[in-house]
């Protein structure tokens, strides 16, 4: 049984690893600062395995004391909501002092580190930037690191799905950001839990980055025509200029209501995929599930819910 620190493990990717992990029987201890469901958190396991800790900040003695005795550290913590503060600090800096903390322990066998498909090309994104920074500062500093690097994660609540899915629902035009011809590569939840669990319990060691994504490549013009065929429902895409996008997303994003941030609208701009960096599912021996059937059955229980 391992002690596994999860930061940002009340989110959407981070409660599948915890389901994941639980079944090895391992002690998840989950740090949080902003009001998070205690009590969910906990069913995720049996009785005592998980624990939600609310912690200061990372110069919290006790949060110190939590990071000191584990065996396993996990930062899923790589937000797109830049309203709570700008990316060098809630990225970056964050990661920084979190390695720092860290290189001290001598429990500590892996530092795995959730980051994305091409942050280390994306020179557009402030985010991305932050995100690389966090990858380098990590390998420098610390000897046992994984870097995981998925594409667009979907699954039942993920957060692409939930945001485009409604809109999908409610008009019969569909914006189209750009003219749809953008690649990106969609990942299953589950598939990614098992990438980690496999990593923890194979005790991988030293330095590598995961890329880690499904087997087809769509362009969003073909994504969206497909949920539009599995709703059953004929959908008009209105391709929408960066240019006029952008203005408008900055305007949103300043209100609760916005379906998506300036970063994740950058999203749009580039092709997310593999470009074979290091490794890949592949060397973890698993198959990725084909992600058409699983955007068929996600969109389906969506229509028929």
Do not use: W
């Not at 039942?156 to 011809?181: C, E, N, T």
């Not at 194979?202 to 994504?213: P, Q, T, V």
């Not at 198959?287 to 059937?293: F, H, K, S």
């Amino acid at each position: 049984m391992k002690s596994i620190v999860i930061f940002g493990g009340a989110g959407f990717v981070g409660k599948h690893i915890i389901r994941r992990l639980t079944k090895n029987s391992h002690k998840i201890i989950v740090p949080y600062q902003r009001s998070i469901q205690e009590a969910k958190i906990r069913l995720l396991g049996v009785t005592g395995q998980v624990i939600p800790f609310r912690y200061s900040s990372l110069e919290d003695k006790r949060l110190k004391s939590v990071l000191n005795n584990a065996n396993v550290c996990i930062n899923l913590k790589t937000t797109y909501d830049q309203k709570k503060g700008d990316f060098n600090n809630t990225v970056y800096k964050f990661n920084q002092k979190l390695i720092r903390i860290l290189k001290s322990s001598k429990e500590l066998k892996q530092f795995i580190f959730f980051s994305g498909l091409g942050v280390d090309i994306d020179k557009n994104s402030t985010r991305s930037i932050a995100v690389h920074k966090s990858e380098k500062e990590a390998f420098k500093q610390l000897d046992n690191v994984i870097i995981v690097r998925p594409g667009v994660i979907i699954g039942g609540g993920d957060i692409f799905m939930k945001r485009l899915l409604p809109i999908f629902k409610a008009s019969f035009f569909v914006p189209l950001f750009g003219d749809g011809s953008t690649k990106f590569q969609p990942v299953f939840i589950d598939d990614v839990s098992l990438a980690v669990d496999k990593i923890i319990n194979s005790k991988i060691n030293r330095k590598n980055i995961y890329e880690l994504a499904g087997p087809r490549i769509f362009s969003y013009k073909e994504f969206f025509n497909h949920i539009s065929e599995f709703l059953n429902k004929t959908r008009v895409l209105v391709p929408v200029p960066m240019a006029l996008m952008k203005p408008m997303i900055n305007i949103a994003e300043k209100t609760p209501i916005s379906p998506l941030t300036s970063e994740q609208l950058t999203l749009f701009e580039k092709d997310n995929l593999i470009v074979n960096v290091d490794k890949s599912f592949q060397n973890l021996d698993i198959n990725p599930q084909d992600t058409l059937q699983i955007l068929k059955k996600i969109v389906e229980n969506y229509r028929f819910s």
